[in-house]
């Protein structure tokens, strides 16, 4: 299986950005494709996006698209969430996660994260 620590969350103003690493380690990470999900307080975890396994072709949720970029560098085993123009209902918990297959579907993702609270002040 694979291991997934985030970092670099934080507070932040609204309008501002902020940029989400996410490092592995154990199996292969260029085997998975990999995603990133929110969780607001009280709501049900989101899926943000997903990007395959040579860093082609990311697809993104309607919510974020336009806003954030995921990008990914096999050779650190890490992946990035680029958020840029954060709005105060983008707080949550953000995690990452790995899968086997592409897929949207929060599910379907095999191996996550602890997660990185953001917080976007008004």
């Known amino acids: 299986q694979v291991q997934l620590v985030e970092s670099g969350g934080g507070l932040v103003q609204a309008g501002g950005s902020l940029r989400l690493s996410c490092v592995a380690s154990?199996?292969?990470?260029?085997?998975?494709?990999m995603g990133w999900i929110r969780q607001a307080p009280g709501k049900e975890r989101e899926f943000l996006g997903v990007?395959?396994?040579?860093?082609?072709?990311?697809y993104y949720a309607d919510s974020v698209k336009g806003r954030f970029t995921i990008s990914r560098d096999n050779a650190k085993n890490t992946v990035y969430l680029q958020m840029n123009s954060l709005r105060p209902d983008d707080t949550a918990v953000y995690y990452c996660a790995a899968t086997w297959t592409w897929s949207s579907k929060v599910d379907d993702y095999n191996y996550w994260g602890q997660g990185t609270q953001v917080t976007v002040s008004s």
């Open positions: 990007i395959s396994r040579n860093g082609a072709a990311p």
């Open positions: 154990g199996r292969t990470f260029s085997n998975y494709y």
